[in-house]
């Protein structure tokens, strides 16, 4: 039979009590960082944005709850009755006294078995510089012939032709149609993609939608990356949503995050910078054709000048001119001359008018010559009586005879 301590035991209070559980729990690293799987029961959704939920197995049941913050990245659509696997920490709700798990990811079961082998082949390849940058080949901006390798019956076939339709309607399309998830698809990838590196496209788009990690394993196969990584053509993956990746991404000469994003990628150029592009081409061309017009024109001028200043009129006309000049000086020279024979003339007329002897008759004097001989008789001695003489005056002359001679 127990026997009551004398001492008194420490009273705790149930808060206390809870706190330290708590704390416990906390201070515990491997309950701080732990995945948990089991099947979903008594999923909740409340206005708030969290999501509440049960996880059970045939043995026990541990409640859960996931927060907004982390709910919102949530891509696997929960119900009761499906299995997960789910990454978070325990902690204790001291209100009802409980504890419970608190989630921050959540997945299908069984991926983190496929997401093992993932990290392990992501390693391994990367290692043999499968993934190098230095080896990644850049994307032509403007393809004539576009590859693509997906499901001829998928979203995303339809996403790419319309994008590619809407940004670049001229360039052609070939299609290696192939199955992109389950166990023939990998085989059948490889085979697409050696069978379009034939046919020499200028950029292969590798793209399919999205999915689960299960959906999207062929894109993981080592087979399929080392295709990718042997394509002679540059290789665009387009595999999934944003958040998913495969190794193919990896492998790849450039990676998208949606197969519409991928078509973007290698279009970088579209119908409409094209367009400006020639506008812009015609504008150029324009001007420099305006900017030769006028230089040739401006060249045929100097030509012309050239032309006129050694051709044989300009020399003729320069002649002609010439000849006026010499015929204008010649002139002025004969004119000068002429004025001054003139003038001298003048004054020849006006010395030989003062010596005139004719020129003394008008005072009086008369000019006696010889009838006989016509000689000037300036002498008496040169007469004799009888003598026929003609007498000159101002106004005329008169015969005459001498009645006697008489010297002085």
């Known amino acids: 039979m127990s026997q009551p301590s004398l001492f008194a035991s420490v009273t705790w209070t149930v808060s206390r009590l809870t706190q330290h559980i708590r704390t416990l729990l906390e201070s515990d690293v491997v309950l701080q960082d732990v995945w948990v799987q089991g099947e979903i029961s008594n999923l909740g959704r409340p206005a708030s944005g969290h999501i509440y939920f049960t996880l059970k197995d045939a043995g026990a049941s541990l409640r859960g709850v996931m927060w907004k913050g982390d709910a919102r990245r949530l891509t696997l659509p929960l119900q009761d009755g499906i299995e997960i696997e789910a990454h978070g920490h325990i902690g204790v709700y001291e209100p009802q006294g409980q504890y419970q798990f608190y989630a921050d990811l959540i997945r299908p079961l069984g991926e983190g078995l496929l997401y093992q082998e993932f990290l392990r082949l992501k390693a391994l390849l990367e290692a043999e510089g499968l993934f190098d940058p230095e080896r990644k080949r850049p994307i032509p901006e403007l393809p004539r012939l576009i590859g693509i390798v997906t499901s001829a019956t998928g979203a995303a076939l339809r996403d790419m032709l319309n994008t590619l339709r809407r940004r670049l309607p001229l360039v052609e399309v070939i299609l290696a149609a192939t199955p992109v998830q389950g166990v023939e698809a990998p085989p059948q990838l490889v085979i697409a993609l050696a069978a379009l590196n034939l046919f020499r496209p200028d950029v292969i788009l590798l793209a399919r939608g999205g999915g689960s990690i299960e959906d999207l394993w062929a894109f993981n196969d080592e087979r399929v990356v080392r295709a990718v990584v042997a394509s002679n053509v540059p290789v665009i993956s387009g595999v999934g949503h944003e958040t998913d990746f495969t190794l193919c991404d990896f492998a790849a000469d450039l990676r998208a995050p949606t197969p519409t994003a991928a078509a973007e990628l290698a279009?970088?150029?579209?119908?409409?910078?094209?367009?400006?592009?020639?506008?812009?081409?015609?504008?150029?061309?324009a001007a420099s054709t305006l900017s030769l017009l006028a230089a040739h024109q401006n060249g045929l001028a100097a030509s012309a000048a050239r032309l006129r200043f050694v051709s044989p009129l300009r020399r003729i006309q320069t002649d002609r001119q010439r000849l006026d000049d010499f015929a204008r000086r010649?002139?002025?020279?004969?004119?000068?001359?002429?004025?001054?024979?003139?003038?001298?003339?003048?004054?020849?007329?006006?010395?030989?008018?003062?010596?005139?002897?004719?020129?003394?008759?008008g005072r009086g004097y008369a000019l006696v010559t010889r009838?006989?001989?016509?000689?000037?008789?300036?002498?008496?001695?040169?007469?004799?009586?009888?003598?026929?003489?003609?007498?000159r005056v101002s106004d005329g002359a008169f015969d005459a005879a001498v009645l006697q001679d008489k010297e002085s």
């Open 371 to 391: 009838h006989a001989d016509g000689k000037l008789v300036s002498q008496v001695g040169q007469v004799k009586a009888g003598d026929e003489i003609q007498i």
């Open 267 to 285: 279009t970088p150029i579209t119908i409409t910078d094209l367009s400006a592009y020639l506008r812009g081409m015609k504008t150029r061309l």
């Open 330 to 361: 010649e002139l002025s020279a004969l004119q000068h001359r002429l004025a001054l024979d003139d003038s001298r003339l003048k004054g020849y007329e006006r010395r030989l008018e003062s010596l005139n002897p004719l020129a003394v008759l």
